[in-house]
Each structure stands twice: as C-alpha cells, then as structure tokens.
C-alpha cells in the first residue's frame, strides 16, 4: 500500500511517517515546499520517496497526485499556530481551505478511489459552555480565530465532497496534542524550552506565559498519529471523529508539572503579547465515538510526553 503524507516535514506529519515506516508494509511518500525545513525527518528521510510541491498550487498537486497515485492520502498541511492567523488570515485561509480543495479536486478529476483523512482541530468547537462538555462530534461549531474557522471551512469541504461526489473522505478532529519535535511557539514545547534554557543558564529563571486560565485536553503526539491511522483503516467514509484523551487540564497545571519535572526554581510572568483577542476558554473532548468504531486508545500518559518533551530540548544546540 502506498500513503502520502502532505505535510510530512511537519510535526504530526514526521510522526505519521516514522508510524508508517515502522509497519514494514508500507510505502511511504511526502510532498515538500523548496524552503521548508526538513529536521524533523532527517532521520528517515531516504526511507521514502520525497516530491516537491506546494498544496496552495492546483496543478502543482494535481503533478504530484497523478504521479503518486496514493491508495491514502493523510493530508495535515496547514498553517497550524493560531495566532498567525490573526497576524495573516488570508494566509491562514488559502494554505488550509485552498489547499485541501486542490488535494480533492485532484483526487476527483484523476478518478482515484483514494482515501483521505482530514486533519480537523477541536478549535472548530471554539466557544463551549459547561453544559455542553464533554465535547461530541454533534456539538455546535462556534470558532473564535481565523485559524478556526478555517478548520471549519476544511470539514465542511470534506462533507461537501463525500456528499456530493463520494470521494472516500474520514474527517477527524484532534485535540490538543504535543512531544517531541513539538515547535516552540506551542504552549508545551514552549515552556518546555523556556525551562531548559534556564537549566542551562541560558536565560535568566523567569517564565513567560500567556493566558494560565484556559483547559485543553492533551495527547501524546505518537498517540495522535495512531489515531489518524485507525482512522483511514477503520474509520467510516464521510464520518468525523473526535481524537482526544477526554482529560481537561489547566495551562497552570501544566506549567506546575514542567516546572516539578525540571527541578528548577523560576519566577512566573505573564506578558500581555501572549494574550490573543479571543481565546478558547475550554476544549475537553469525548472519544467514545472513536474508540467504540476502531479500538483506539492513548497509551502514553502525559508525564511521560513532558518528560521526553524537556528531553528533546535538552538534546537540541
Ligand atoms: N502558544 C502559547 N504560548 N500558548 C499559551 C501561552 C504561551 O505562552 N500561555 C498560555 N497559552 C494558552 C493559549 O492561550 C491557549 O489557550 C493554550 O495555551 C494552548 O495554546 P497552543 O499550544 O498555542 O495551542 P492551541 O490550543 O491554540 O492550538 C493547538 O491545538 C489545536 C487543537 O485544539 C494547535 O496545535 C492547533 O493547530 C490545533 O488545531
């Protein structure tokens, strides 16, 4: 069988790949911009084959698709931080929107009985009231970021397509996921780097954070992935799924367990550019829908991914 992975210099994507690989029967492809950079499977990088592309392009995916000619597709390009898309939304909106509409049309027009995950965010959810958790798949959309929206945008897309054209689309919805190769404008990875900075005493033991309020319901990235996995294999065509742990944390919390895994004493300062116009004050989801139709479940408890994640800074230069 053969997968693309588009996105696969990212973080997800390098992990899906190393998933891939390690299954043994697989053969794995990626598409790759000129200037991304590559570190995050230059591990692994000759143990597949790499086509460079750009998903904003139509007939750039259209070359790839048809010389590719994946059975999957697990399409995680995207512009992923949040707050970029307030800084630049319509950069936020063609790369995420467009660029999955070039992937479909591709598939479409080329005739391929390919099968795509998309990539949904539990941002899509946006504004949740307490009585409305824990999140379903079936619970309102009310996004509050540009990025969100465009989230939205992209499940809607996928909907649209499986509707209308029965292309072989299963949409997921992650959750907030982090670990190794996590970058550093994530809140995990982050504080993470932060304290092992001060470790090192490369920086003075002050941490910079933003708003501590918020609840996010984390899984390891490993576990993600496997779940993007189950989600092609055994997922139902047109579905959405919610990925996620189902255990809602604090940002506090997870800085106090950073700051106990990392032993050092640091003063705490929250600084107003970390703050966004509006934020999502509480993401907890539930994943009985997924577990009950693949088996899925998170096997890494989140110390250990904090703990692998200070490791991963503290072997970086
Ligand atoms: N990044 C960051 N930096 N976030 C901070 C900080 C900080 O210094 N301090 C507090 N936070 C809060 C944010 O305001 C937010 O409420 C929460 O920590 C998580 O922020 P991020 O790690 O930036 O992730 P996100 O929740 O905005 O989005 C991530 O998860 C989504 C799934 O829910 C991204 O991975 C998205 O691509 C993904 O879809």
């Known amino acids: 069988m053969k997968v693309l992975i588009t996105g696969i210099t990212g973080f997800a994507g390098s992990h899906l790949a190393d998933l891939c690989l390690s299954r043994g029967d697989v053969e794995v492809c990626g598409i ?34 048809e010389e590719l000619r994946p059975d999957w597709i697990f399409h995680l390009a995207a512009q992923s931080f949040v707050p970029t898309s307030w800084r630049a939304p319509t950069e936020s909106l063609t790369t995420n929107v467009l660029g999955q509409l070039n992937v479909f049309e591709a598939v479409k027009k080329l005739g391929l009985k390919t099968r795509i995950q998309i990539a949904g965010s539990s941002e899509e959810y946006g504004m949740v009231y307490e ?101 092609l294999e055994k997922g139902k065509p047109g579905e959405v799924y919610n990925i996620c742990s189902g255990q809602g944390r604090k940002i506090s919390e997870v800085l106090d367990m950073l700051i106990e895994l990392s032993g050092v004493k ?18 907890v989801g539930d994943n009985s829908k997924f577990v009950k139709e693949t088996g899925w479940k998170p096997l ?18």
């Open 131 to 231: 009585n409305e958790l824990p999140i379903k798949e079936t619970n309102p959309l009310r996004p509050l970021s540009p990025y969100a929206v465009s989230k939205v945008a992209q499940d809607m897309l996928a909907y649209q397509y499986f509707m209308s054209f029965r292309l072989d689309v299963v949409r997921t919805r992650g959750f907030n996921h982090t670990g190794p190769r996590r970058p550093p404008v994530f809140v995990c990875s982050d504080f993470a780097k932060q304290l092992v900075d001060v470790e090192r005493g490369k920086k003075s033991p002050v941490i910079r954070v933003g708003n501590m309020e918020a609840t996010r319901d984390f899984t390891d990235v490993r576990d993600i992935v496997r779940g993007y996995w189950l989600a």
């Open 300 to 317: 890494i408890p989140f110390e250990q991914t904090l703990k692998d994640l200070l490791e991963f800074w503290r072997k970086e230069e």
């Open 32 to 65: 790759w911009r000129w200037r991304s950079r590559t570190e995050n499977i230059a591990h692994c990088v000759e143990k597949f084959c790499m086509y460079e592309c750009d998903v904003r392009d139509a007939s750039s995916v259209r070359d790839a698709i």
């Open 266 to 283: 640091v003063e705490v300062v929250k600084e107003e550019c970390r703050f966004r116009p509006s934020d999502v004050p509480v993401l």
